[in-house]
T-cell receptor
Framework: GAGVSQSPRYKVAKRGQDVALRCDPI?????LFWYQQALGQGPEFLTY????????KSGLPSDRFFAERPEGSVSTLKIQRTQQEDSAVYLC???????????????FGPGTRLTVL | GDSVTQMEGPVTLSEEAFLTINCTYT??????LFWYVQYPGEGLQLLLK?????DKGSNKGFEATYRKETTSFHLEKGSVQVSDSAVYFC?????????????FGQGTILTVHP
């Protein structure tokens, strides 16, 4: 089957606009992660879902960032009132594990490159 | 908090050269360690992993050994190919209730010339 898909692949927003980034995980995967990757840096954790429950949102940088996964499948990361420092690649990953201590492979999508002007 | 430090890059090698990319980590518990690779135009994918001290992960000719005494997980390959050109990320997953979330290093760009 298909891997993790993300849309749009590229998004240009004017400062102050709201954006919504979509992630379609691998079918049946319980766990879903969002990461933010600034230019030249490694990805940084934003938030984690187990099915529809958001169990960890410790990495969200501000209350302008909001994520949801209402039916336990597709997830949306929303950024309100975008700022230039929000410019980054946003990565989504899914895995089949649901354990608290997991070493299972995370499968990454291609990412959405957000540019805020 | 937990952190991962990779050797500064980029790294440029000729085909069939020996590769080492250094990775050290700081963690409070007993993390699992990973190397992910990002080929041009593709998403991150797992290259190898090790879940406890002295474990060796290996895949596609790459190897890395989990060294708890030196808090390191260096990536090695005996003979690189042009097709190995990519960005390599070292990462850890802490134990406990992390659900496997990853902490990444900054990445090392590898370019292999024919």
């Amino acid at each position: 089957g298909a891997g993790v898909s993300q849309s749009p692949r590229y998004k240009v927003a004017k400062r102050g606009q709201d954006v919504a980034l979509r992630c379609d995980p691998i079918s049946g995967h319980v766990s879903l992660f969002w990461y933010q990757q600034a230019l030249g840096q490694g990805p940084e954790f934003l938030t984690y879902f187990q099915n529809e429950a958001q169990l960890d949102k410790s990495g969200l940088p501000s209350d302008r960032f909001f994520a949801e996964r209402p039916e336990g499948s597709v997830s949306t990361l929303k950024i309100q009132r975008t700022q230039q420092e929000d410019s980054a690649v946003y990565l989504c990953a899914s895995s089949s594990s649901y354990r608290e201590y997991s070493t299972d492979t995370q499968y990454f999508g291609p990412g959405t490159r957000l540019t805020v002007l | 908090g937990d952190s991962v430090t990779q050797m500064e890059g980029p790294v440029t090698l000729s085909e069939e050269a020996f590769l080492t990319i250094n990775c050290t980590y700081t963690a409070t518990g007993y993390p699992s360690l990973f190397w992910y690779v990002q080929y041009p135009g593709e998403g991150l994918q797992l290259l190898l992993k090790a879940t406890k001290a002295d474990d060796k992960g290996s895949n596609k000719g790459f190897e890395a050994t989990y060294r708890k005494e030196t808090t390191s997980f260096h990536l090695e390959k005996g003979s690189v190919q042009v097709s190995d050109s990519a960005v390599y990320f070292c990462a850890l997953s802490e134990g406990g209730t992390s659900y496997g979330k990853l902490t990444f290093g900054q990445g090392t760009i590898l370019t292999v010339h024919p």
